[in-house]
T-cell receptor
Framework: KNEVEQSPQNLTAQEGEFITINCSYS?????LHWLQQHPGGGIVSLFM?????KKHGRLIATINIQEKHSSLHITASHPRDSAVYIC???????????WGAGTKLIIKP | DVKVTQSSRYLVKRTGEKVFLECVQD?????MFWYRQDPGLGLRLIYF???????EKGDIPEGYSVSREKKERFSLILESASTNQTSMYLC????????????FGPGTRLTVT
């Protein structure tokens, strides 16, 4: 069964801390997506990666294909980073995404 | 910029009413999706469509139907709304290639009383 498991479920940190959210996925998933959802609903795609590392501002996403593991890092975290972060896997043969349960991140000032 | 719009941000309906949720995308995407999102359960796929007039059931299709008469528009229909269909409904669209990155609408928070 294709699965994506995400941890932790909830994370609270102080402003400025380095944040890591983890995602493990099963065989068959060829790319990993990271998305962000702020309170109020809208979901925004942050990264899609199938190998290596991507960076956008203070956000960094990495993927280890051998270990089937991806991480999302936030450097110098800020209260505006507070959101739900979701990882999702895609397969070459299917345009559906396999969704993780999400990590609710709260950054306190 | 890809734009996915949904007909309402908030909707309140009575039990038994027929409810239409509409989604429109402006990027000529082949694929369109309807999800519902509930606390603790994450995103669950209701239906998706990979072409005009084509549809496939997702994980939780019971109580819902869909319509895709034009490529840019995908409608979710609740034939007879029930209180357990109170939820956030999210529409998304994607190309068939480009690793299927999905673009989301703002969501419709539906309350059935």
């Amino acid at each position: 069964k294709n699965e994506v498991e995400q941890s932790p479920q909830n994370l609270t940190a102080q402003e400025g801390e380095f944040i890591t959210i983890n995602c493990s996925y099963s065989v068959g998933i060829s790319a990993l997506h990271w998305l962000q959802q702020h309170p109020g609903g809208g979901i925004v795609s942050l990264f899609m990666l199938s190998s290596g590392k991507k960076k956008h501002g203070r956000l960094i996403a990495t993927i280890n294909i051998q270990e089937k593991h991806s991480s999302l890092h936030i450097t110098a975290s800020h209260p505006r980073d507070s959101a739900v972060y979701i990882c999702a896997g895609s397969m070459d043969s299917n345009y559906q995404l396999i969704w993780g349960a999400g990590t609710k991140l709260i950054i306190k000032p | 910029d890809v734009k996915v719009t949904q007909s309402s941000r908030y909707l309140v309906k009575r039990t038994g009413e027929k409810v239409f949720l509409e989604c429109v995308q402006d990027m000529d995407h082949e694929n369109m999706f309807w999800y519902r999102q509930d606390p603790g359960l994450g995103l669950r796929l209701i239906y998706f469509s990979y072409d005009v007039k084509m549809k496939e059931k997702g994980d939780i299709p019971e109580g819902y139907s869909v319509s895709r008469e034009k490529k840019e528009r995908f409608s979710l229909i609740l034939e007879s709304a029930s209180t357990n269909q109170t939820s956030m409904y999210l529409c998304a669209s994607s190309w068939t290639e480009l690793s299927y990155e999905q673009y989301f609408g703002p969501g419709t928070r539906l309350t059935v009383t």
